[in-house]
């Protein structure tokens, strides 16, 4: 009942134009931004910890109501891409630097692509499907299982495939070894035994190290990416260099450097437009609970 629903309104509203759907997107994102005081408070909690309380509450404000704009833009994204076709999907997107992916796979490497919760991630791994490659992004198990299923179902409608991320590093294994290409987020909040520590925004933070293991073990190449707009309707996905991975004696001090590699890409980039990362998300509750209290 729940699903059949969840499509009966999808379909209503897929009816509308494009500008229509977006409206009552941005509307929804407005009425979450007005109704949930606990959200507001995580984003302002996320922004005075990173930025060590140097914004102004009028920055804070401005980034907190782009956060729950984005949000709900990321929904529309989904809506949208399991109705429309390549074409009206793929004319919204362009990318810079594809040649860096093309020399990577002259040389025989499969790619795991290092990416966060920033600006439109959901457009992204459907554009690098439509203009670079089929990826399988790493996902991790909703509770929402109705929701779970609309979402994997319009991530799948290009080509990408879905890994769920309990027991994944097989699987990704496989990929690599068939020369495919996976995408992991690097951005989440993870437990103990997934990552190593490294220095985010300026602070202690534990990020996952399976990109820069599985690099390292299998010579695949760690490519961030991310993707941006000045629209929120025209976005370019931009393909950084290689993340080099060392391989010598120490294998731990490898990883290590890599991982921190990926977490300084991903201070720079924020750092340079804040407002696209997720900041609703509580990134530092296992490493510093206390900032939420």
Request: positive net charge.
């Amino acid at each position: 009942m729940g699903y059949n629903f969840l499509l009966i309104v999808e379909n209503i509203l897929m009816l509308l134009p494009h500008r229509a759907r977006k409206a009552f997107f941005t509307f929804l994102a407005f009425l979450g931004y007005k109704s949930s005081k606990k959200y507001r408070c995580i984003v302002k909690q996320n922004l005075n910890y990173a930025f060590d309380n140097s914004m102004s509450e009028e920055e804070i404000d401005k980034i907190t109501r782009y956060s729950f704009k984005n949000l709900l833009y990321n929904f529309l994204h989904l809506m949208e891409m399991r109705h429309l076709s390549k074409e009206e999907i793929g004319s919204r997107i362009t990318v810079i630097n594809k040649e860096e992916i093309d020399k990577i796979h002259k040389e025989g490497r499969a790619i795991i692509y290092a990416t966060p919760h920033y600006c439109a991630w959901e457009l992204g791994a459907a554009g690098l499907a439509l203009h670079v490659e089929t990826i399988a992004p790493v996902y991790k198990k909703l509770k929402n299982r109705v929701y779970e299923k609309w979402l994997l179902d319009a991530r799948a409608k290009f080509g990408n495939t879905n890994l769920e991320k309990t027991n994944v590093v097989k699987p990704l294994i496989r990929l690599i070894k068939q020369g495919k290409a996976s995408g992991i987020l690097i951005d989440t909040n993870i437990n103990e035994r997934e990552g190593v520590m490294v220095e985010f925004m300026g602070k202690p933070l534990r990020m996952t190290s399976t990109p820069a293991y599985l690099a390292r073990k299998f010579n695949a190449a760690i490519v961030p990416v991310h993707i941006r707009t000045d629209d929120e309707e025209n976005y370019t996905i931009i393909i950084h260099d290689e993340i080099k991975v060392e391989k010598t004696d120490d294998a731990q001090s490898d990883i290590q450097k890599a991982t921190q590699l990926q977490a300084d890409w991903l201070t720079s980039i924020i750092r340079k437009e804040p407002k696209f990362w997720f900041w609703l998300h509580r990134r530092w509750k296992n490493d510093k609970p206390e900032i939420y209290n």
